[in-house]
């Protein structure tokens, strides 16, 4: 299963392959998917569909019930694959939960018949999942696809990539499956360009700097993930100050652009705690804060460079300041004293 392009359309049920090479099949909202394992061999079989054959991410084979065959035998996701082996998986096109229209209060930045450009709010969650089933931001795509669409019953939604509920900014939302694959390929292939603003404690090191390390998730606390040199995902982030502030003399604050070059869980937020300057307001990878008990996470999803279809060159979607992040730089302009580093 060498050519992935081909395997990621046909997870989406867009085209079929060779045969006798690869086939999916939609009948509904089931689907399943069949492949020979050329790559990967001793590979878990839940981490080759994953993340070499790209059919599923680990998560959503749980999410949809995924069951894998191999070789004509149902096997555990920790089967190990041998070359050669015969791969089958078959999902539910949704979770056990439908994803139902919501007319709901967003923003949105931009909008054509192929794509919705949100300004996410802090507090709103992306896409459901346990304990999220309504209220989120697919929910909203879904209802207003279908009263742009002027039809009864609004599509699946078309989440590209996603942004933590308590991180603001910028999202992009495709409204056909072609679309998707279009844009969710600019993401896994790192030709877009996401900027963050983030408000964080501690003064970095430098004007600027590039992060590097691996990312796996926390045995002690299955809500986290940690960094680590060799095992787990690969995550990359540059980052540029913007201005410092040094509060009473006791305490230092920064205003920092995050460039992510890769899109792992957590990334900012673990990248930026790890490197002792923790970003402000973050319940999980820092504690609170003397100067600021009260402020919630200061990450915001500024900036989105992508290519939209039918479009030859890039568009650049930019979401406004939050209030929140206003009324902390005027707080840090008030409290604090600007410290100029070179």
């Not at 479009?311 to 302009?333: C, D, G, I, N, Q």
Request: charged residues 30%; contains cysteine.
């Amino acid at each position: 299963m060498s050519d992935k392009k081909k395997k990621k359309k046909n997870a989406a049920g867009l085209s079929s392959l060779a045969p006798g090479n690869e086939a999916s099949a939609i009948q509904g909202r089931e689907r399943s998917w069949t492949g020979l394992v050329e790559a990967g061999d001793g590979e878990r079989a839940d981490k080759y569909i994953a993340e070499i054959a790209g059919i599923l991410s680990r998560s959503q084979i749980k999410a949809r019930g995924a069951r894998i065959f191999v070789n004509g035998k149902e096997e555990k996701l920790s089967r190990r694959l041998a070359s050669g082996d015969r791969i089958e998986v078959a999902w539910t096109d949704e979770p056990s939960h439908s994803l139902k229209p919501e007319k709901l209060d967003v923003q949105i930045l931009y909008e054509d018949e192929n794509v919705f450009v949100f300004d996410k709010a802090q507090g709103m969650v992306t896409h459901p999942a346990n304990g999220n089933w309504s209220g989120t931001l697919a929910n909203a795509a879904v209802w207003l696809d279908a009263e742009r669409k002027g039809e009864g019953e609004a599509p699946r939604g078309g989440i590209v990539h996603r942004l933590d509920k308590d991180t603001s900014g910028v999202i992009i939302v495709a409204r056909n499956t072609e679309t998707h694959e279009f844009l969710a390929s600019q993401f896994k292939n790192r030709s877009t360009r996401k900027e963050y603003w983030a408000i964080v404690r501690g003064s970095p090191a430098g004007n600027a700097g590039h992060l590097e390390n691996c990312l796996t998730r926390d045995k002690y606390n299955r809500k986290k993930f940690v960094g680590n040199e060799s095992q787990g995902k690969r995550a990359v982030t540059d980052y540029r100050v913007l201005a410092r502030w040094s509060v009473e003399g006791r305490r230092d604050y920064a205003l920092v652009a995050l460039y992510p070059k890769t899109g792992r869980t957590h990334q900012l937020r673990i990248h930026m705690s790890g490197m002792g300057c923790p970003i402000l307001g973050d319940p999980l990878y820092a504690q609170s804060d003397f100067f600021f008990p009260d402020a919630t996470l200061m990450l915001h999803a500024r900036r989105l460079r992508i290519v939209l279809p039918g479009f030859a060159e890039p568009m650049v979607f930019k979401a406004p300041t939050p209030s929140r992040f206003l009324a902390m730089l005027a707080l840090l302009e008030k409290k604090g004293r600007r410290v100029h580093r070179t």
